[in-house]
C-alpha cells in the first residue's frame, strides 16, 4: 500500500473507530438496560373493595379487561359450589369475559377459613403474574383483605370438639361467656354474627387469654407499600339500598328459592358458614313456613342493607385503602379510567 492510501486508512480508524464523531457514538452506543423485574414483569396487585351491590365486580371486570388482568375473589361464600344466585356470583359468561380465581372451590359439606384463603390466592397471584397479567382481588370480606395484606395472628386452629361444643350452645350464652371473659372484644365484635363470637370464645378457652389481645395488628410496612393500589367504593345511602333493593327482587325472580331448596339436599343446612350467607338462611325459614314469601323477600332486603351498613363501618375502621364514591349517574368506565391512572398501568389496546 503506498504511503497517501497508507495514511487514509489510517487517518479513517483514528476518526471513526478509536475517537468516533458524537453523531457515530450515539448510533454506537450500548443498547438501553432491559426493564427490570418489575411492576411490567410482575404486577402487583390492585385490590378492589366495597359493600355489596355497590359496583365493585363490574368495575373489577373492566379494569381487568382493560389491563389484561385476572380477578382473584375475595368473597367468603363464593367460595362454595352452588351459593351462586345469593352471592351474586360472576356468572359463565362474566367468567368468559376474565379468569376468575377463588370460585367454586369448595363443597358445602367444607369449611373455609382466613388461613387457607391466603394460601390460595399467594398460589393464584403466582401463577397470574407468570403469565404476565395483573392480579386484581374483588370482594366484600374485609377479613380476607386484612389478612392477605397484614397476615394473621397467632391464634390457634379450629378445635372440632370444642367447636361442635359451641355451636350447640345459645348464642345468648356465648355472648354473655364473651362479655364477661373479654369485655373489650364482647364491645367491638358483630353481635349478629354468630361465626364470629363462636371463634372468639373457642379461642378465649383454647388458649386461656383474651381474644383482643390476640387480634393480628396491621403492619404499616405492608400497608406503606400496598395501600396505593387499593380502592373502597361507596354509594350515598339511597343509591345503594336502591340497587340493594333491585338485586334482591333480581335474585328472586332468577330462582333464589328453588336454588336453596336444592341446595338443602347437598347439606347447606349443616354448613353454619354457609347459612350466614344473606338470603339462604331466610328462604330456608320460608321453606319451613316461619313466614310468606314477600315477607321473606323484605327481610332479605333489610339484612343485605345492615349487611352493607357493617361492611362500609369495617372497611372505614380497617383498611388503609383510597376512597372512591361512585354517583348514580357516573360511568363505571370513567372510574376504571382514573384507576388505571392511580396504578400507572396503561391499558392494553
Avoid at 370480606?141 to 394473621?152: E, I, M, P, R, W
Avoid at 358458614?273 to 321453606?287: C, D, K, N, S
Avoid at 357493617?310 to 363505571?332: A, C, P, V, Y
Wanted: aromatic content about 8%; some cysteine.
Amino acid at each position: 500500500m503506498d504511503t497517501p492510501a497508507f495514511l487514509f486508512v489510517f487517518v479513517w480508524f483514528v476518526y471513526f473507530v478509536v475517537h468516533p464523531a458524537p453523531a457515530l457514538r450515539l448510533k454506537m452506543a450500548k443498547p438501553p438496560a432491559p426493564h427490570p423485574p418489575s411492576s411490567i414483569l410482575h404486577p402487583r396487585p390492585i385490590f378492589i373493595a366495597g359493600p355489596t351491590a355497590v359496583g365493585k365486580s363490574e368495575i373489577a371486570l373492566r379494569l381487568a379487561e382493560q389491563l389484561g388482568g385476572e380477578i382473584i375473589s375475595a368473597d367468603s361464600m363464593q367460595v362454595y359450589r352452588g351459593l351462586d344466585l345469593g352471592t351474586a356470583k360472576p356468572s359463565p359468561a362474566e367468567r368468559a369475559r376474565v379468569p376468575h380465581h377463588l370460585i367454586d372451590i369448595c363443597n358445602l359439606t367444607e369449611n373455609f377459613d382466613a388461613a387457607q384463603f391466603i394460601r390460595l390466592a399467594q398460589k393464584a397471584i403466582t401463577e397470574i403474574q407468570a403469565r404476565g397479567h395483573v392480579p386484581i382481588f374483588c370482594g366484600g370480606t374485609g377479613l380476607y383483605f386484612k389478612a392477605f395484606l397484614s397476615g394473621l395472628g397467632e391464634a390457634p386452629g379450629t378445635n372440632p370438639d370444642l367447636r361442635a361444643e359451641l355451636e350447640a350452645a345459645s348464642f345468648e350464652a356465648l355472648l354473655h361467656e364473651l362479655r364477661e371473659r373479654d369485655p373489650a372484644a364482647y364491645e367491638k365484635i358483630d353481635k349478629q354474627n354468630p361465626r364470629r363470637v363462636i371463634r372468639a370464645v373457642e379461642v378465649i378457652r383454647l388458649t386461656g387469654k383474651k381474644f383482643s389481645e390476640q387480634r393480628a395488628e396491621w403492619k404499616s410496612e405492608v400497608r406503606s407499600q400496598k395501600s396505593e393500589k387499593a380502592f373502597c367504593f361507596a354509594r350515598q345511602p339511597a343509591d345503594l339500598h336502591a340497587r340493594i333493593n333491585a338485586r334482591v327482587d333480581a335474585m328472586f325472580a332468577r330462582g333464589m328459592v328453588e336454588e336453596t331448596r336444592e341446595l338443602l339436599q347437598h347439606g347447606l343446612a349443616e354448613n353454619k358458614t354457609a347459612m350466614q350467607a344473606i338470603g339462604y338462611r331466610q328462604v330456608v325459614e320460608y321453606l319451613r313456613d316461619e313466614r310468606s314469601l314477600t315477607e321473606t323477600i323484605e327481610l332479605v332486603k333489610s339484612r343485605t342493607r345492615q349487611f352493607a351498613k357493617r361492611q362500609l363501618t369495617w372497611f372505614r375502621r380497617h383498611g388503609n385503602m383510597e376512597w372512591i364514591e361512585l354517583k348514580s349517574d357516573e360511568s363505571l368506565e370513567e372510574c376504571v379510567q382514573k384507576i388505571c391512572e392511580t396504578v400507572s398501568i396503561q391499558p392494553r389496546r
